[in-house]
Structures are given as structure tokens and as C-alpha cells.
């Protein structure tokens, strides 16, 4: 316990746990000697020593999205036990501790610059942590020049109780999302896919997920946990379906089990995981071995509407979807306009698009008048975007 982690402490073997997934790079299997840029990318592998000495070795701007589940400093003073004083399987690893809160930042702002070096422009970062951490590590990013887009929190469905009553039961862990800087504009986010699985609702900062166990859980011969704090897949996967496209190098500084490898195989995805302890990168690596990737066509990159082909409201009256001379409405029957014959809505001796006449019905600047507005069929409202998306499927056919 209580070793210094200020900077890149530790020897750093290069082990390469054979290699699986969609790599074009030649396979490595085996110990390799270190070297000062790994080149090509050790794609698909698990770099076993100290994350701040592997990461000096891989090129700059190299990786696309890092995933990082860091120590938490839990800062546990005594082992911890149920109220029948059995005791509770907690985080008491070496790896979780720290000598202080300043050391603990130290190597917080070490491993932050580290991984900032290999992120490409627009890559992001996400961070995961609980109370102990993740204001210390969101102060770090701040101060280094990242920049914050979300803090996610991540809702246990099924949380460990609070055993002593002293305190509100820990139902959640924070992830922070972050952008390079906040020039950074062109970073993946896939808005729409997240939405249109999210029952065309945008998706939420707050993600109801149950933790790992069951079958998912890596148990070892005696049947007792593999590693303390093993992730959910289903976490991993909605990071990397939001934020990464198939075929990007996605990087793991603190790849434990080896939950982001798993779910990056699957999605298609290549994956760099750094790991100290070989315990759990031998474990991680046969994990991520035996899964098979999803087909091809369950996880293409989804269509961003930007480059979805553009249709016009007029193209919705020419097919016969909507009437000139019709009644729009909104959701709530609030608001309405009537169609023209050029396309263009009537409210009273307004003239406007789709989007202004929405507009201004609502008294608001800006309004998306696909979504807005809808027509009555058999006793329903139908959302005119559902129209758009026929006329659209008969232009791209
Ligand atoms: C919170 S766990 C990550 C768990 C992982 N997300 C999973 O789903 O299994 C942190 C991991 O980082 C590793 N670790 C801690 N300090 C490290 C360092 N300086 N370099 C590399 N790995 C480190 C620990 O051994 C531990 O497995």
C-alpha cells in the first residue's frame, strides 16, 4: 500500500496477450522488448505495467475515444462488515491506494496528460468514478484544458446497501465526458441513434443500468470475483455506441477485467487496454477472446441527418402525403396553421416555413417544424416527419 504513483512508476514490460478483433496490423504474440513508439498501434492488445509509462509510448493523436475507470482512492480505514460483522467484498487493493489526496492528484494530472498526448483532435475522453474521485479528477480536467460536455450519472439498478445505516445507500457512479478543448467541435456523438433508441426521446445525462453480475460476472475456480470492480457491458456499450464509430481505436488506461475490450470487439471497435497487474489482464484476455463481434450490418455506423438527403415540405403535398388547404397541428392541438399549395404555412396573414410558423405560433426564436407539427388521420395525429421519412425512403431506394 501507500507506494508513491506521482508519476510512471513501475517497470512496464510490453506483453502482448495475443491479439484478436479487426486490426489490419501484422499479429504480435509474446514479449516484445519496449519500445519508444509502439508502431504500428498495438491494436486489440493488453500493454501490461504502469499506464502512464505504456502511454508514453504510443504515438500522439493515435486514439479516437478513451474509456477510463481510474483508482477510486476508496480510502477504506477499516475492513468493512455487515451488521452479522460478515464481512463485505470491498475495494481494499493495493492498486486503490494512496498516500494522500495529494498524491492521489498527482497521478490524476499525470495520467490525464498522458492519455490528453495520444487523443486525437476530436477524440473524447470519458472518466468514471464515484464521491471518493470524481471531483478531484473533474478539477483536473478542467484545469489541464479539457472540456466538460456531460457528467453522466450512471443510476444502479440494483446498488449494494449502505450496511451500517450511517449514510444514504451509494445508488450511482459519475462519468465525466470530455472534448480535448473546447475548440474540439467535430467530436462522434450519435445524437440521433441514441435518440431513435431511446423511443425518439433525446437520450438522457442519467442512465438506469444494473451493475455486473450474474453470468457476466468473471469468477475464478473457486467461484469468488476475478476483479473488484468490474463494469457492466451494457454501460460500456452505450459509451461506445454514442461516442465511437466501428473500426476507431478505443483506449482503456485502467482496462481491469477488460470490459471496454469485450464490448469493443463486439461493436467492431479496436481497443488499446493498459493494464498493471497480470492477473487481471490474463483474465481480461481470455474474456475478450471468446467473444464473437456483432455482423456487420447490427452495429454500421447509424446516418447522421445531416446526411440524410434533404426533403421538402413540399415534397410531402406533391406525394399526396399532406393536402394544401390541410390544418397542421402540434402534439397537444395547441397551435395550428394550414398548408398552402407552394409548401409554405398560413397563420392567419402570416406566411412561412414549416419551422418559422412554428416558431412564432410558440412565441419561441427557433422550432424544428418536422416534429412540430401533425396532421389527423382516422382520429390520430401523425407526425409529419413520419411522412418525410417515406418521401426520403423512395428518394434513397
Ligand atoms: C477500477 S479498476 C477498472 C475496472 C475495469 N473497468 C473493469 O470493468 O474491469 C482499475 C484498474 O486499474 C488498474 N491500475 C491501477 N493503477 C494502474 C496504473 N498505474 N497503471 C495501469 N493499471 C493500473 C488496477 O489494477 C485495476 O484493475
Known amino acids: 500500500m501507500g507506494t508513491s504513483r506521482t508519476g510512471a512508476a513501475g517497470a512496464t514490460s510490453r506483453i502482448h496477450v495475443s491479439r484478436t478483433g ?112 470524481i471531483f478531484r479528477v473533474g478539477t483536473a480536467l478542467q484545469d489541464l484544458n479539457f472540456w466538460v460536455l456531460n457528467d453522466i450519472v450512471w443510476r444502479k439498478a440494483n446498488p449494494m446497501p449502505n450496511f451500517r445505516g450511517r449514510r444514504f445507500t451509494n445508488a450511482h457512479e459519475t462519468m465525466i465526458w470530455a472534448s480535448k478543448s473546447a475548440e474540439a467541435k467535430n467530436y462522434t456523438f450519435h445524437y440521433e441513434a441514441l435518440k431513435a433508441a431511446n423511443e425518439d426521446v433525446q437520450m438522457r445525462s442519467d442512465w438506469f443500468i444494473p451493475i455486473c453480475t450474474g453470468e457476466e460476472r468473471l469468477k475464478d475456480g473457486a467461484g469468488r470475483k476475478v476483479h473488484p470492480t468490474q463494469k457492466p457491458e451494457a454501460l460500456l456499450a452505450r459509451v461506445l455506441l454514442s461516442s465511437s464509430n466501428p473500426g476507431d481505436v478505443v483506449l482503456d488506461p485502467f482496462f481491469g477485467s477488460g470490459t471496454t475490450g469485450a464490448v469493443a470487439k463486439k461493436l467492431g471497435r479496436n481497443f488499446i487496454g493498459l493494464e498493471r497487474d497480470p492477473t487481471y489482464a490474463k483474465a481480461a484476455r481470455a474474456r475478450i477472446d471468446a467473444v464473437v463481434p456483432l455482423s456487420d450490418a447490427s452495429i454500421a455506423a447509424p446516418p447522421e441527418k445531416r446526411a440524410e438527403v434533404r426533403v421538402p415540405f413540399l415534397s410531402l403535398i406533391e406525394s399526396g402525403h399532406v393536402a394544401a388547404g390541410e390544418t397542421l397541428v402540434d402534439e397537444r392541438r395547441r397551435f395550428q396553421a394550414t398548408v398552402r399549395a407552394d409548401g409554405s404555412l398560413a397563420l392567419g396573414a402570416i406566411i412561412g416555413s414549416i419551422h418559422k410558423i412554428g416558431a412564432l405560433t410558440q412565441g419561441l426564436p427557433a422550432c424544428n417544424g418536422w416534429t412540430f407539427w401533425h396532421v389527423e388521420r382516422k382520429g390520430k395525429l401523425v407526425s409529419i416527419d413520419e411522412f418525410r421519412a417515406k418521401v426520403r425512403a423512395t428518394l434513397t431506394a
Open 22 to 133: 479487426r486490426s489490419a496490423s501484422a499479429p504480435r504474440t509474446g514479449l516484445k522488448a519496449p519500445l519508444s513508439v509502439l508502431q504500428p498501434l498495438p491494436l486489440n492488445e493488453i500493454l501490461l505495467g504502469d499506464c502512464i509509462a505504456n502511454l508514453e509510448k504510443l504515438p500522439p493523436e493515435s486514439v479516437d475515444v478513451v474509456f477510463a475507470d481510474p483508482p477510486y482512492n476508496l480510502q477504506l480505514e477499516q475492513a468493512l462488515t455487515r451488521p452479522d460483522q460478515s464481512l463485505v467484498d470491498a475495494v481494499d487493493d493495493d492498486w486503490d491506494k494512496f498516500a494522500s489526496f495529494a498524491d492521489y492528484d498527482a497521478f490524476t494530472r499525470a495520467w490525464l496528460l498522458a492519455v490528453r498526448r495520444v487523443m486525437k483532435k476530436n477524440a473524447t475522453l470519458w472518466v468514471i468514478g464515484s464521491y471518493h474521485n
